[in-house]
């Protein structure tokens, strides 16, 4: 499967400029025979929605990212925005996966931050579960939005129900005390430590551009199931990088140290229900 990393900016509060510039990205990603399209976190809205005036908030059947994703057919895309729920008063930070005009997937962001220069809480709503899904006729992937794959939890269950690919859109800013936090580190940590120990691929997409006092820095890059860099975009300006992945080399790799089903989820479900009658948080 050849995986394109759609590494770019937004523009705050416009959809369709972002719809306008993803239709040239996605027609770029055809040209080098791209199966799958992967855009970063929010895409479609930019990330600081409290900013704007507009609701930028649309819906997963949204005639217009409906036509992108049958633009982009036969690839696959993958791609960031605010969702107006169909039948609730919530938005979610959503992430969603399209064949053709067909809606596969959406992820609903789980953990919202709300801290340092980040507010997500105040503007969305978490989402309600994690489910893998199919991509193509025999891969399994599962979504982690940014704050989402700092919880490795997740990462766990999404290996559990099958997983073989972990798409990661992200927005991630350096912070303003760069002593205490250095994101490109801390990213490179985790995709690395989740391909190697999960034994799967890592496809982590971040944006570029500020917005405020938020700088988004890039570097997004993909890991293979020995942790293995394969394939990485540059810092600080937009980026189109389209990588090839074998999954075979999922199976190979988890035959050879078979460290995923020796998950023993009965003991770990025992021990969560011990802890919540512990007091634990619900």
Known sequence: MRITLAQTDSTPGDVDANLAQAAKVIARAKDDRSDLIVFPELYLSGYSVGT??????????????????????????????????????????????????????????????????????????????????????DV?????????????????????????????PAVSAQSRFPDAYDAREYWQGITTFYGRMYQLYVVFVNRVGAEGDLHFWGGSHVVDPWGKVIGQAVEDEPDLVTVEVDFDEVRRRRRLFPLVKEARLALIQREIARLLEEGGDL
């Open 140 to 168: 399994t992937m599962s979504t982690l939005i940014c704050g989402d794959a700092w919880q490795p939890q997740l990462a766990f269950i999404a290996t559990q129900d099958g997983a073989r690919a972990l798409i990661v």
């Open 52 to 137: 704007v005036d507009a609701d930028v908030a649309i819906r997963v059947d949204d005639p217009r990212l409906v036509e992108l994703a049958r633009q982009a057919a036969p690839a696959g895309i993958h791609i960031g925005f605010a969702e107006s729920a169909t039948r609730s008063p919530h938005t979610y930070n959503s992430a969603a996966y399209y064949e053709g005009e067909r809606l596969v997937h959406v992820h609903r962001k789980l953990y919202l931050p709300t801290y340092s220069i980040f507010e997500e809480r105040k503007h969305f709503t978490p989402g309600p579960s994690l489910r893998s899904y199919p991509v193509g006729d």
